[in-house]
T-cell receptor
Framework: GENVEQHPSTLSVQEGDSAVIKCTYS??????FPWYKQELGKRPQLIID?????GEKKDQRIAVTLNKTAKHFSLHITETQPEDSAVYFC??????????FGAGTTVTVRA | EAGVVQSPRYKIIEKKQPVAFWCNPI?????LYWYLQNLGQGPELLIR????????DSQLPKDRFSAERLKGVDSTLKIQPAELGDSAVYLC????????????FGPGTRLTVT
């Protein structure tokens, strides 16, 4: 099955700086890579996703890059704000509709 | 558009007792998932439904867990009997299927087994 590793497990950044979270996956057949943001006690929310036929996708302050050859993908948050503080999960999706999640990154934005 | 609805939000039971969780997916979403999320970890798939059919239940501990989606809409996940190690958040998610990969999660049910 798919194995997704996520780093770092915790990340503290100064407000206004950038945050980068990296994930690797094992199954070369994975073709969809979503990122979820989960605030304490709340549901995971889909914030951005990328499909395997695209190398980069951007949505305002959030961007995701994908390197299929190396089997890794990254989330980039620019101009971080206090409301970006949350746990972020990456995931990889294989053709059998199964999402495998990373262990999560706790992001803290210091004001 | 209403999101995925789950109830109850919190449940505290003693070990060996039964418990049930309910999920109502986004209207029109044919695919429904139940996930288990332990503290500090990502969600892990328990079971996936396509309409009323359970198409992937390989991760469901069938000795104590069961699920149903009788009419292809709402779903119930049951644990009987509960064990201390079952304490976790149980998340329901849905997607429209038909080649759509996006999954949308409910708020979850936080289960505490004492």
């Amino acid at each position: 099955g798919e194995n997704v590793e996520q780093h770092p497990s915790t990340l503290s950044v100064q407000e206004g700086d950038s945050a980068v979270i990296k994930c690797t996956y094992s199954d070369s057949a994975s073709n969809y890579f979503p990122w979820y943001k989960q605030e304490l006690g709340k549901r995971p929310q889909l914030i951005i996703d990328i499909r395997s036929n695209v190398g980069e996708k951007k949505d305002q302050r959030i961007a995701v890059t994908l390197n299929k050859t190396a089997k890794h993908f990254s989330l980039h948050i620019t101009e971080t704000q206090p409301e970006d503080s949350a746990v972020y999960f990456c995931a990889a999706f294989v053709n059998d509709y199964k999402l495998s999640f990373g262990a999560g990154t706790t992001v803290t934005v210091r004001a | 558009e209403a999101g995925v609805v789950q109830s109850p939000r919190y449940k505290i039971i003693e070990k060996k007792q039964p418990v049930a969780f309910w999920c109502n997916p986004i209207s029109g979403h044919n695919t429904l998932y139940w996930y288990l999320q332990n503290l500090g970890q990502g969600p892990e798939l328990l079971i996936r439904y396509e309409n009323e059919e359970a198409v992937d239940d390989s991760q469901l501990p069938k000795d104590r867990f069961s699920a149903e989606r009788l009419k292809g809409v709402d779903s119930t996940l049951k644990i009987q009997p509960a064990e201390l190690g079952d304490s976790a958040v149980y998340l329901c998610a849905s997607s429209s299927g038909s080649g759509s990969y996006e999954q949308y999660f409910g708020p979850g049910t936080r289960l505490t087994v004492t």
